[in-house]
């Protein structure tokens, strides 16, 4: 069974950069790893994504030139480095996996079947 354990999360004020960490059990290779977020009153919405195997990143418009994806393969390990953080990055973050090997063809909550627990981001302005 997959378990994802994110952390980094905590409070900076707008323009900081943090950088979130998910740490991961089980087989990774083929899959997809993902970050999403849920704002208070929001629905959870895609954030960036990285096939593990290739070099291959997606992201949401919203973060596009201020987030980065990447993966450590000997720590099993996926980062999120977030830059010129805004007030409206303020959320819970969570790590997923895909549920199938293979490439991903949308970036949406279902193509993902296992999720961590969360680790808060707040941006102060």
């Known amino acids: 069974q997959v378990q994802l354990v994110e952390s980094g999360g905590g409070l900076v004020q707008a323009g900081g950069s943090l950088r979130l960490s998910c740490t991961a059990s089980?087989?990774?290779?083929?899959?997809?790893m993902g970050w999403f977020r849920q704002a208070p009153g929001k629905e959870r919405e895609f954030v960036a994504a990285?096939?593990?195997?290739?070099?291959?990143?997606y992201y949401a418009d919203s973060v596009k030139g201020r987030f980065t994806i990447s993966r450590d393969y000997a720590k099993k390990t996926v980062y999120l480095q977030m830059n010129s953080l805004k007030p409206e990055d303020t959320a819970v973050y969570y790590c997923?996996?895909?549920?199938?090997?293979?490439?991903?063809?949308?970036?949406?909550?279902?193509?993902?079947?296992?999720w961590g627990q969360g680790t808060q981001v707040t941006v102060s302005s």
């Open positions: 089980g087989t990774l290779s083929g899959y997809a």
């Open positions: 997923a996996k895909s549920r199938q090997k293979g490439p991903v063809s949308d970036y949406t909550e279902a193509i993902f079947g296992s």
């Open positions: 990285i096939m593990w195997d290739v070099p291959s990143t």
